[in-house]
C-alpha cells in the first residue's frame, strides 16, 4: 500500500524522497521495523490473553529433561509472527506481484498448519504429533 502512496506522489511531484522512498533497500527495511513494532506492541496483548484462557505448553513426562522448563509457556506465539508478516507485506510490496501473493498463500498456509498443530496439543494436552 505505501508503495503505490510513494509512487503517486514520485510521479506527482520532482522530489528526490518519494524516489528513494521507492528503492527496496528501504522498503526492506521499513517493512523489518513495522514487523518489529507489530510484535513489540501484540506480543504482550496476545501472551496475557493465551494465559488468560489456560492455552499453555503441555510437556510429556518421557520427552527431554531440558524440555520441562517449557512446561506452562503459552504456545500459539506464532499468531503474532503471522500477523507481523503479513501486516509488513502488505505495507510495503507491489500486490500485484505473482510472487508476493505465492509468499503470502504459502506463509498463511503454514500458519493454518502450525496453528492446527498448536490447537491439537493443546485440545489433547499432549505433546505427540498429530499430523
Not at 9 to 21: A, G, Q
Not at 46 to 68: E, M
Amino acid at each position: 500500500m505505501l508503495y503505490y502512496i510513494f509512487n503517486y506522489f514520485n510521479n506527482t511531484s520532482s522530489s528526490y524522497l518519494f524516489s528513494i522512498l521507492q528503492q527496496p533497500i528501504f522498503r526492506a527495511i521499513g517493512a523489518a521495523l513495522i514487523s518489529f513494532l507489530v510484535c513489540f506492541v501484540v506480543c504482550p496483548y496476545i501472551i496475557k490473553k493465551l494465559n488468560k484462557f489456560n492455552v499453555i505448553q503441555t510437556i510429556r513426562i518421557d520427552g527431554p529433561s531440558t524440555h520441562l522448563i517449557k512446561n506452562g509457556t503459552p504456545t500459539m506465539g506464532g499468531v503474532v509472527i503471522l500477523l507481523a508478516v503479513i501486516i509488513s507485506v502488505f505495507l510495503w510490496t507491489k500486490l500485484n506481484n505473482k510472487f508476493i501473493i505465492c509468499l503470502i498463500i504459502g506463509t498463511v498456509c503454514f500458519g493454518l498448519l502450525g496453528f492446527y498443530d498448536d490447537y491439537l496439543k493443546f485440545k489433547k494436552k499432549s505433546q505427540q504429533d498429530f499430523l
